[in-house]
Structures are given as structure tokens and as C-alpha cells.
């Protein structure tokens, strides 16, 4: 699911083609996309488009007539955008979005649609949709720790959920453990003061980091749906598992839950422990490595 840098480059993107623009046409081509009602759909159509937003992982643009678009790409929800018009025929073309600069088209691939597009009418009405996490750019490390603190959650899941901070989620989450040198399981009611200060530290770098890379790199194109990725060439933990920590050597590991995995160093991270896989650790019993010299030790046996 794109995060925060990702949304961020989409939201600069459009805002350079799009704002002040007219929305001549909008061709919707799945029937699972619209969810939402009233207005309708069509209503969007003619208006001028006065700004692009980004709130928590949904990209928002607002339109004349106090009405907002509201996208949320879920897992593999993209965006095109093709300088001339086009009629954008593909078996996961989901919308179409046409402007005198050109046409902004919105795509999921595979089978489960997940992408969504309301079309809602006032400021009341657009908050609905923010789960209202802390926008962390932008806050100080004493905010930062309010949010944190607000429920006593494994860290992994304290920075992915929306309503504690915004933006954030599977990718840059384990990123972020990796540099504040924490474990993705302790709790944050645990963390000491100077912990939650590398856990600041980390996360504002981290995040910034990526966005001045993935912003030099978009300065003179729009972000195609290869390119909006969560598995990114210089990561250091995410999508790397089994391959050697960037800092210290060590065989990244990794945590399997439903359709998200957790990437860790241990030897950076969990003191040398191993973290237990739900599946695969109680499968293996005994035979589930525990520390870094098991795994090294059953590697070379």
C-alpha cells in the first residue's frame, strides 16, 4: 500500500498538472470503485479543481462547490497519467479522469478490488474519512510520545495504525524499527525516554530520506505503477529478508501474519533473538531457531 513518501510524490505530481484545471469527464469502469452515494458521481464532472491533498493514505482533490474526491489506493491501486486524452481500455483500468492537460487514470491489479472513490460534499463530510493520526513531519518529539503512548501497542503496530500516526505503514514501519535499533514486538508503554527518542529521530529521518529521494526522482515525471512500490532498492530491512543487514551483516529475518510480514534485524534489533513466526514456529516446535547463532548453526548444517 503506498505510504506517506509514496502518497506525497502523487499529491505533488497532480497538484503541478491538475490544479486549476476543469474535470471535463469521468468514466468509471468497475462497478466495485464508487462507494459512496450521494452526491453523485457525475456531480464532479465540469468543476475546477482548487487543490490536491494528501489525508492519512488517501489522496483527496478538491473541487468548486466544496466537493472532494477522495481515493484510497488499498494494496496495489495506482495512477497513470497520459498527456493527451485517452480512452485508457485495460483489464485493470478502474476510472478515468479527464482534464485539458490530460487524463489522470486510476488502476488495481489482480483480482480482489480493494481501491475505493467517494465523492463527498463539505469539510465535515471529507474528516470523516481521516482516521486522525498524528501527522509526524510535523510534530515535536513531546506530540510524538503523546500519540505513541495513547494505547500500550507493539511498536510495529503503533506506527502503522492511522489513528495513533499518519501515513505510515508495512515498509517504512520496519524501516523505521531498523534505524531506532528497536524491536518490532515491544511495547510502547516499555520504551524508555531515550528510546522514544531514537524512535522520533528514526522516523523523521526515515521518511524524510525517502521523500527528497523519491521527490528528485519524479522532479520531471509522474510516478507510474512501477515505480510506487513498497519493496525499494537501498531498504535496509524490508523485503530483504534472508539477506545481510546493511549495518551489521546479519541474515534479516522476518515475522508471516495474514498478508503482511514484519522484517527485522536481530542482531540490531532483538538482542540476538529470533523472533517467533505464528505459522511457522509452531510447525517447527523445537526446531524453531531462537537466537542468531541457531540460525547460523542450522544454516551451516
Not at 25 to 41: D, E, H, M, N, Y
Request: charged share 25%; net charge positive; hydrophobic share 40%.
Amino acid at each position: 500500500m503506498p505510504e506517506l513518501p509514496d502518497i506525497t510524490v502523487y499529491v505533488e505530481s497532480l497538484r503541478q498538472r491538475i490544479i486549476g484545471q476543469t474535470l471535463t469527464s469521468i468514466r468509471i469502469a468497475s462497478p466495485f470503485l464508487v462507494r459512496s452515494v450521494k452526491p453523485f458521481i457525475d456531480e464532479a464532472e465540469g468543476k475546477k479543481v482548487l487543490d490536491v491533498q494528501r489525508v492519512s493514505k488517501r489522496i483527496v482533490i478538491a473541487l468548486e462547490s466544496n466537493l472532494f474526491l477522495v481515493f484510497h489506493l488499498m494494496i496495489v491501486g495506482r495512477f497513470l497519467w497520459k498527456e493527451q486524452a485517452t480512452r485508457a481500455v485495460s483489464k485493470i483500468t478502474l476510472a478515468t479522469f479527464r482534464f485539458s492537460t490530460g487524463t489522470l487514470i486510476m488502476t488495481e491489479a489482480g483480482k480482489t478490488k480493494r481501491a475505493s472513490l467517494f465523492l463527498v460534499r463539505g469539510t465535515d463530510s471529507l474528516a470523516s474519512h481521516d482516521p486522525g493520526g498524528l501527522e509526524v513531519l510535523d510534530a515535536d518529539l513531546a506530540d510524538f510520545r503523546e500519540a505513541i503512548l495513547k494505547e500500550n501497542r507493539t511498536l510495529k503496530r503503533a506506527l502503522t495504525d492511522q489513528r495513533i500516526l499518519s501515513g505510515i505503514g508495512n515498509a517504512y514501519s520496519d524501516e523505521i524499527l531498523h534505524a531506532a535499533r528497536l524491536s518490532p514486538i515491544k511495547h510502547s508503554g516499555k520504551l524508555t525516554y531515550q528510546e522514544f527518542g531514537r524512535l522520533y529521530n528514526a522516523t523523521q529521518d526515515t521518511l524524510r530520506k525517502w521523500l527528497e529521494i523519491l521527490r528528485s526522482e519524479f522532479t520531471d515525471r509522474f510516478p507510474g505503477p512501477g515505480d510506487v512500490t513498497a519493496f525499494r532498492e537501498g531498504f535496509a530491512v524490508h523485503g530483504r529478508f534472508d539477506k545481510p543487514c546493511p549495518v551489521c551483516g546479519t541474515a534479516i529475518q522476518r515475522i508471516r501474519y495474514a498478508a503482511n510480514e514484519t522484517n527485522y534485524c536481530p542482531s540490531c534489533q532483538t538482542e540476538g533473538h529470533i523472533l517467533a513466526d505464528r505459522s511457522l514456529s509452531r510447525l517447527l516446535k523445537d526446531d524453531w531457531p531462537r537466537t542468531v547463532d541457531e540460525l547460523e548453526n542450522k544454516h551451516g548444517s
